[in-house]
């Protein structure tokens, strides 16, 4: 998937695989800040050696080292999957390897830690290191909260109309992310080098592959089920959540296929002393599609037929039905707009990223579900707000708290607005609304 990468293509360090080496520098080095001063071939084969700087607080600069061996082509789909880790004290065991891989190096946040390489580029403006770091996380966070506002409203839109809870929005994530893998594959097979093209064919292979499963499974899960309790209906989501994990296991190969960054050299904005705050091009991309997306969504709920129906029938279906409102073609209408936003996420999570697991959703669509019960399960604006402060939230706590506590707190939070205000900031006063 080189398509997008032209500019490493002279490069004989892999880009890719040196952005995964540096990632882990900040978990080796807690607290300390990090300055890469140079980038070479390892002793082995398939291996990079990172030389670099860890400054840490009233302590002198230490000049560390590590060593970083990947997997050989043909073992693995991912080219910077790594295998190995060496420092200068011994290599790291497989145990530790191995958490440091899954839940560090494939988050978010391992993502947006990566110190980068030394910047060139002076930033004129000169910052208090307090506003300058908190400036950076406010920035780190933008790609973040566009992907979980997406997710949430897509909660909102289903919940909002028929009363029921889709578990499987995670899961549609998942198949948005690998309708973008698909898309650029066929830009990739007519030989064409446009990464624009890749893009406008990734971002429409998700909202059609995230609607059309979206639309068929809730025509049997949420549609058919037309029980007055809405538990029969939250199972059958649960089972189509199942189902759609294991349907991409079988279709993409457990196997995750990352694409290498796009965009990724960093704008310098500001500085403190040798800290830059700095923005790169595809989270700038990343946030404005999620700000685009959003903005046209509230419009469409605001001024079309379709958003008037909708209203309509989320406050009183049998009053909308008597005005002429068809529910059951509304409702499969809003099933397939709700998939095409999780699948818009799950795009937006694979070019800011690059790729999605087959069951790498569900943490996405856990947190985005308690994104919209806080802004307002029911409320699509609620929802966006709610995804945003999720967004936020994770980033705020990563940067001034101990990460290990950080999805503690956050379902703390859920139980909290369950208790105090089960409506959520924007959105229902009684949280059931009535079914269409």
């Not at 230490?62 to 693995?76: K, P």
């Not at 959703?361 to 402060?389: D, E, H, R, T």
Request: hydrophobic letters at 50%; a neutral charge.
């Amino acid at each position: 998937m080189g398509l997008f990468f032209l500019a490493a293509c002279g490069l004989s360090i892999d880009a890719d695989q040196a952005r995964v080496c540096r990632s882990t520098l900040p978990a080796l080095n807690p607290g300390a800040a990090i300055t890469v001063q140079r980038i070479q071939d390892g002793p082995a084969p398939r291996s990079l050696k990172v030389l670099y700087t860890a400054q840490n607080p009233d302590r002198p600069p230490l000049d560390r080292t590590i060593i970083c061996t990947f997997a050989a082509e043909g073992l693995s789909l991912n080219k910077a999957e790594l295998t190995g880790l060496a420092t200068e004290e011994g290599p790291v065991s497989g145990a530790s390897l191995y958490m440091l891989k899954h839940y560090y190096l494939e988050t978010p946040e391992g993502v947006a830690a990566d110190p980068g390489s030394p910047s060139h580029a002076a930033a004129d403006i000169e910052l208090p290191s307090a506003v300058a770091y908190w400036l950076q996380q406010i920035l780190v966070s933008l790609p973040r909260t566009a992907i979980y506002a997406l997710l949430s409203v897509s909660f909102a839109l289903v919940f909002g109309l028929s009363g029921r809870v889709n578990l499987a929005f995670g899961e549609l994530a998942a198949v948005g992310s690998a309708a973008t893998i698909a898309g650029t594959a066929v830009v990739l097979a007519s030989g064409l080098d446009a990464p624009l093209l890749g893009i406008a064919a990734g971002l429409a292979g998700a909202l059609f592959a995230g609607a059309m499963h979206s639309a068929v499974g809730g025509y049997f899960t949420i549609s058919r089920i037309t029980t007055a309790s809405s538990q029969p209906s939250l199972i059958a989501t649960v089972g189509l959540s199942l189902a759609l994990m294991e349907y991409l296991r079988l279709v993409q190969s457990p196997v995750t296929i990352w694409l290498p960054p796009i965009w990724a050299e960093t704008w310098p904005l500001a500085r403190s002393d040798d800290f830059v705050v700095s923005l790169t091009p595809i989270s700038l991309i990343t946030a404005s599609i999620g700000l685009i997306a959003a903005l046209g969504l509230l419009w469409l709920m605001k001024a079309t037929d379709f958003g008037r129906a909708w209203r309509a029938c989320a406050d009183d279906a049998r009053a909308a039905a008597l005005m002429g409102v068809n529910g059951p073609r509304l409702l499969i209408q809003t099933l397939a707009l709700a998939g095409a936003m999780a699948g818009l996420s799950g795009m937006l999570i694979v070019v800011q990223y690059g790729g999605l697991g087959f069951a790498g959703g569900f943490q996405y669509g856990l947190k985005a579900l308690i994104g919209a019960i806080i802004g307002g399960i029911g409320s699509v604006p609620g929802a966006l707000l709610g995804g945003f402060i999720i967004g936020l939230f994770e980033t705020i706590w990563s940067a001034y708290l101990p990460i290990e506590g950080r999805d503690v707190a956050l379902y703390a939070a859920l139980v909290v607005f369950l208790i105090f205000r089960p409506g959520g900031l924007l959105g229902f006063q009684e949280t059931t609304p009535r079914p269409v």
